[in-house]
């Protein structure tokens, strides 16, 4: 099956600053990657989403990138403001399954202002 | 719009019982829903997979006959923890597969939180 790390568990950066978050799969037929926002107590919101006949994507201040070749793919946050502040999680989907998500193990963005 | 609802959002049980808890697509159909549970400070981990009209299906180390689901409408998905114990304690929240145009999208329900004494 496929398995996703992301790095790092924790990031801490001043308001204004910009914020990476990078997770790797294991699984080369995986095929799309979305990245889900979760505060606390509540559900995980997609925030954006790539597909793997793509290399990058952005929605205004959030930009993904996808290294299909290298297996990895990276969350960027600029300009972070301290609402940005949550736990962010990036998922894989293979190809051909049920479309089952599998979660990266989280990284909690902490925005100080 | 995709909108996915939980309910109960909460829940406290005594050791022994049995809680249901339900899922529902709103405002799309989906044949596909997903179970997840998430104890603190961690992610989001696969229970199920649950298919209008057909048994569910189970990731490695979830007891089918523990957590039952059933999906008996394309709107509407239910977990049942049958005979709670304290380690069932956690927030199970499940999501709804939304098809069209190509893409399939996973919108996620608010989550049940279960506290069992």
């Known amino acids: 099956g496929e398995n996703v790390e992301q790095h790092p568990s924790t990031l801490s950066v001043q308001e204004g600053d910009s914020a990476v978050i990078k997770c790797t799969y294991s699984?080369?037929?995986?095929?799309?990657f979305p990245w889900y926002k979760q505060e606390l107590g509540k559900r995980p919101q997609l925030i954006i989403d790539i597909r793997s006949n793509v290399g990058e994507k952005k929605d205004q201040r959030i930009a993904v990138t996808l290294n299909k070749t290298a297996k990895h793919f990276s969350l960027h946050i600029t300009e972070t403001q301290p609402e940005d502040s949550a736990v962010y999680f990036c998922?894989?989907?293979?190809?051909?399954?049920?479309?089952?998500?599998?979660f990266g193990s989280g990284t909690q963005l902490t925005v100080l202002p | 719009g995709a909108v996915v609802s939980q309910h109960p959002s909460w829940v406290i049980c005594k050791s022994g019982t049995s809680v249901k808890i339900e899922c529902r697509s709103l405002?799309?159909?989906?044949?596909?829903m997903f179970w997840y549970r998430q104890f603190p400070k961690q992610s989001l981990m696969l229970m199920a997979t649950s298919n209008e009209g057909s048994k569910a299906t189970y990731e490695q180390g979830v007891e089918k006959d523990k957590f039952l689901i059933n999906h008996a409408s394309l709107t509407l998905s239910t977990l049942t923890v049958t005979s709670a114990h304290p380690e069932d304690s956690s927030f199970y929240i499940c999501s709804a597969q939304k098809q069209g145009g190509g893409q399939e999208t996973q919108y996620f329900g608010p989550g049940t939180r279960l506290l069992v004494l």
């Open positions: 699984d080369s037929a995986s095929n799309y």
């Open positions: 998922a894989a989907v293979l190809s051909g399954s049920a479309r089952q998500l599998t």
């Open positions: 405002d799309f159909q989906a044949t596909t």
